[in-house]
Antibody, heavy 123, light 108 residues
Framework: QMHLQESGPGLVRASETLSLTCTVS??????????WGWVRQSPGGGLEWIGD???????HYNPSLMSRLIISLDTSKNQVSLELTSAAATDTGVYYC???????????????WGQGAHVTVSS | EFVLTQSPGILSLSPGDRATLSCRAS???????LAWYQQRPGQAPRLLIY???NRADGIPDRFSGSGSGTDFTLTISRLEPEDFAVYYC??????????FGPGTKVDF
């Protein structure tokens, strides 16, 4: 059974970089056809797609975050990473990593989720 | 701007009742790439339905999805105590690639 675990600082100062890591077990992040994504949930409950990365390293980012965002793979550690620069209070929330379901090379939904990492951006 | 709207915002029911949740898209969803998730308090979302009507692995058959184009429905045939949660719909394909609805809370 696939397991995803997010980790990283729970408190980030405003204007600094929010960095999170997702460690995957029960499967390889470099297995053919796999997509890995990040979704965040605001304190009010809304879910927002942040971005995703194909096993080849090709990324797709939410246009609203694109200028501040980097998602990458570390195949040696079987980890997916997220870096969001210039953090602001509006970046506060729970950050989830997930494996996407891929049907005929279309990554159309989020199949397996981590338990989430709570991040607070303080001024 | 693409928007998913879910109704009602809160659905007050009892165990054993039938629940009908609606998700409406502002534009037609590409290839019916519409998914439903359940989120219990303190937990991550869990995939229930993908492709509008396909149950994910391990999901009980009391959960069913239907619809196409802009109107989609999640039905829970007989509510169990563990089904009282928040349900989200999500589309793939229309910018910004993935969009979630605001959620429907099924309350006891």
């Amino acid at each position: 059974q696939m397991h995803l675990q997010e980790s990283g600082p729970g408190l980030v100062r405003a204007s600094e970089t929010l960095s999170l890591t997702c460690t995957v077990s029960g499967g390889s992040i470099s297995s053919g056809g796999s997509y890995w994504g990040w979704v965040r949930q605001s304190p009010g409950g809304g879910l927002e797609w942040i971005g995703d990365i194909y096993f080849t390293g090709v990324t797709h980012y939410n246009p609203s975050l694109m200028s501040r965002l980097i998602i990458s793979l570390d195949t040696s550690k079987n980890q997916v990473s997220l870096e969001l620069t210039s953090a602001a209070a509006t970046d506060t929330g729970v950050y989830y990593c997930a494996r996407l379901r891929n049907s005929h090379f279309v990554p159309h939904c989020f199949e397996f989720w981590g338990q989430g990492a709570h991040v607070t951006v303080s001024s | 701007e693409f928007v998913l709207t879910q109704s009602p915002g809160i659905l007050s029911l009892s165990p054993g009742d039938r629940a009908t949740l609606s998700c409406r898209a502002s534009q037609s969803v590409i290839s019916n790439y519409l998914a439903w998730y359940q989120q219990r308090p303190g937990q991550a979302p869990r995939l229930l339905i993908y492709g509008a009507s396909n149950r994910a692995d391990g999901i009980p058959d009391r959960f069913s999805g239907s619809g196409s184009g802009t109107d989609f429905t999640l039905t829970i045939s007989r509510l169990e105590p563990e089904d009282f949660a928040v349900y989200y719909c999500q589309q793939y394909g229309i910018s910004p690639r993935f969009t979630f609805g605001p959620g429907t809370k099924v309350d006891f």
